[in-house]
């Protein structure tokens, strides 16, 4: 008897849902855990980005490997190490091993996203149909990651934050048994080779920048450590371009950066999530270490976000599916402008109604975002790299999360600072200015990869990834 999609799509979205959420979640709980651990600001970004980006440089590795191995296989291997690493993390004695097992989740995680999207767009191969079931995924992206400071704060306050990590074990459990029963193997037709070069250039590159932008406040822009990292970043991404466009089979296709959809679609991904991270990150400290208010509290507070991105990614998705993604990217970028707006403003009394309306705006503009840029990500590639392709634009969502909660410390000074006192609501005031340059920058690029002239391009990438490559 044949498994019906919809059964593969909901246990394809229970890793999307362990892994979003929790890379969220964690956020509301940062205080708690700088108390129970006697931490530092700068180790905290740390516990949020060792998990980003081991998942951003990890997932098209992962996607390579399952592609090769089984992506059933590779899928059951993410969740099985997801959950171990989430029982690590739950029973961390100190920041450094909580760090560490944060990495390994992150690990585990690039496992499952890219896999997931490999086995749906295997199992949806009409268009139509597979529109629908990448809203769908977009709307649990935007449901898990908004509902996560929520969960967050609940288990925190009335439980422990470690019990943020035990509910993943349960839930990766199921799904692996789940998944052995009623998801069926598959391989690619022509597997890619594994590329150690460009893998290993992409851990410099992401490592050495993110390195620098979060120690940079307390170590200063001019000390030699800061420099040499940035130089190191700087080189690393040159190489990265001139060792991919000499690979018969490179970790990361160049040419997919011709079309201009896709490379707006990444683009967008990165601007967008770095607007997310630096937004949670901030929020988290402003609410509790401020405004005094507990985790619970905080969660409370910050539930307009959730709901709006749970509204602006169901209606989002079905928007996508029936008018392209237009519509859905410049609503995104007007609102995210205006929530930027609004919160330039913040000071440690500011009203609750101002505090939830930049909220609102935020969300919905977060929500609406999701299923385009997937959708605009594999829209036009053949069916054989639409999980490559998705896989990009989910390390472009890791790579800007985690580069917006580094980024949160450099603007605001709170990587250097030894306490979040009133005066830190006036420090955020530059992170809010950056947010409102990203939603003019998602509307533009939302017009932009709608046009003609950006589909031609696609059309002409489309035909060149078809052709057989030299081995």
């Not at 997919?256 to 896709?262: A, G, I, K, L």
């Not at 939830?356 to 609406?368: H, S």
Request: hydrophobic content about 55%; some cysteine; aromatic content about 8%.
């Amino acid at each position: 008897m044949r498994t019906p999609k919809g059964l593969v799509l909901a246990i394809c979205c229970c890793s999307l849902l362990i892994v979003s959420m929790d890379a969220t979640a964690v956020n509301v709980a940062l205080p708690a855990i700088r108390a129970d651990l006697d931490t530092t600001v700068s180790t905290l970004q740390w516990t949020i980005d060792g998990y980003t980006l081991a998942i951003a440089s990890f997932l098209l590795l992962g996607g390579a490997t399952a592609d090769r191995v089984g992506r059933r296989r590779i899928f059951q291997v993410g969740l099985t190490v997801f959950g171990l690493a989430s029982l690590l993390c739950s029973l961390a004695p100190n920041v450094e091993t909580l760090i560490v097992a944060r990495i390994i989740q992150g690990i585990g995680g690039s496992m499952l996203n890219p896999v997931a999207m490999s086995i749906i767009t295997n199992t949806y191969t009409d268009r139509r149909e597979r529109a629908r079931a990448v809203g769908v995924w977009g709307a649990v992206v935007g449901v898990s990651m908004g509902f996560g400071p929520l969960v967050g704060g609940l288990l925190t306050e009335h439980v422990s934050w470690r019990a943020i990590f035990w509910i993943n074990v349960p839930i990766a459990l199921v799904a692996v048994i789940l998944c052995q029963f009623f998801v069926p193997e598959s391989r690619a037709a022509r597997p890619r080779r594994i590329d150690p070069f460009g893998q290993t250039l992409t851990i410099v590159l992401l490592a050495s920048l993110v390195y620098a932008l979060i120690e940079a406040p307390e170590a200063g822009w001019g000390s030699p450590r800061i420099v040499v990292l940035l130089v190191v970043a700087v080189l690393a991404a040159i190489s990265l371009v001139v060792v991919e466009r000499r690979v018969a089979e490179p970790f990361l296709d160049i040419r997919f950066f011709r079309s201009v959809p896709f490379s707006s679609a990444t683009l967008t991904a990165l601007i967008a999530f770095a607007a997310y991270g630096a937004f949670l990150f901030v929020n988290a400290l402003y609410l509790q270490q401020v405004r005094g208010l507990s985790p619970f509290e905080a969660g409370l507070r910050m539930l307009p976000l959730a709901l709006t991105i749970l509204v602006a990614s169901l209606a989002s998705g079905r928007l996508v599916s029936r008018f392209g993604t237009r519509p859905s990217l410049v609503f995104s970028g007007a609102m995210l402008a205006l929530s930027g707006i609004s919160l330039s403003f913040l000071t440690a009394d500011t009203s609750w109604a101002l505090i939830a309306a930049a909220y609102v705006l935020f969300g919905l503009g977060f929500g609406a975002i999701n299923a385009p840029i997937t959708n605009t990500a594999v829209s036009g590639m053949p069916i054989s790299q639409a999980g490559v392709a998705a896989g990009v634009a989910s390390t472009c969502r890791q790579t800007g999360t985690a580069i917006g909660v580094a980024l949160a410390g450099t603007l605001t000074g709170a990587g250097a600072a030894s306490n979040l006192g009133p005066s830190f609501a006036t420090a955020t005031h530059p992170l809010w200015w950056m947010v409102t340059g990203v939603g003019i920058g998602v509307l533009v690029l939302g017009i932009v990869a709608s046009t003609r002239w950006a589909h031609r391009s696609t059309e002409q990438v489309s035909l060149l990834l078809e052709e057989p490559v030299a081995a």
